[in-house]
């Protein structure tokens, strides 16, 4: 089994400027993802993909590998992509860096799956919780065959009931992927961002227009990403109630 994980991370996020590089509980976000990846494979196999010469900086400090890419890039997935030109590996994990909740486990559970269905690619999802709030177009909602082949992602709420849905669940995007190189390669030549991509801003939808299908898994916990600067306070508190920090 030969997998690495390569963590895309922008400075200039257009919702949350330098958003890799804000402190929580005291450590840079890239670094809470950076080491929780290094858990499921050795820290030999993580790589930051950046444009950026601070955040390359930030991580290689830290021990890590990063890959410095192309600023005009359209999407993590592209920026994962650029990057694994660089290397070779079976399979590429893309866990974004905006994730300091994921556990482990899920890269491990990206990389089989993607062993198991080569001619997929692997995305994760799990439950809104109570405390979440559908209508959020922050949060990618997520609606999936009984086989969890994905039907599709979007910010609206879906799937919507025409009855009263107060007792509804709804499960969100985790993202966490694996791909191959074929899987990437057709990523990033696509060239631009699909019709639906663009509407909805969420860029595993362009595999759609690919033909490449998408084999949904469950997280073994909720996960909770820093998307605004508003999300700060609800991820600290997390991560110190994960980690029993002050």
């Known amino acids: ?22 402190k929580l509980c005291g450590k840079e976000m890239i670094l809470w993802v950076a080491e929780i990846c290094s858990k499921a494979v050795d820290i030999s196999n993580v790589f930051i993909a950046t444009d950026d010469n601070r955040i390359s900086n930030l991580v290689s ?36 860096g905006d994730e300091p909740l994921i556990n482990h486990n899920d890269i491990l559970k990206a990389i089989e799956l993607k062993y ?17 709030n559908p209508n959020n177009l922050n949060i990618p909602k997520v609606v999936m065959k009984e086989n969890r082949d994905l039907i599709y992602i ?5 799937p919507k009931s025409k009855k009263n849905d107060e007792d509804q669940t709804y ?6 992927y694996s ?9 990033l030549s ?9 509407i909805e801003d969420i860029e595993i939808l362009r ?11 469950e997280a073994s916990k909720s996960s909770l990403a820093v998307d605004v600067p508003e999300d700060v306070k609800k991820v600290e508190n997390a991560l110190r109630e994960i980690h029993t920090l002050q």
């Open 207 to 217: 595999f759609f227009d690919l033909n490449i299908n998408i084999k949904m898994f």
């Open 61 to 96: 400090k830290s021990g890590f590998q990063s890959i410095l890419t192309s600023p005009n890039l359209l999407t993590g997935t592209d920026r994962v992509a650029e990057a694994a030109k660089n290397l070779d590996y079976e399979v590429y994990v893309n866990v974004q």
């Open 116 to 132: 198991k269905y080569p001619k997929s690619v692997i995305n994760s999802y799990c439950s809104i919780s109570k405390n979440e």
């Open 190 to 198: 696509y060239g631009r961002k699909s019709r639906t991509e663009k």
């Open 1 to 22: 089994m030969k997998a690495c994980v390569i963590i895309p991370a922008r400075f200039n996020s257009s919702r949350f400027q330098g958003k890799p590089m804000v």
């Open 179 to 187: 791909y191959n190189d074929n899987d990437l390669d057709k990523f």
């Open 171 to 176: 499960n969100k995007q985790v993202c966490i």
């Open 154 to 158: 979007s910010r609206a709420r879906i």
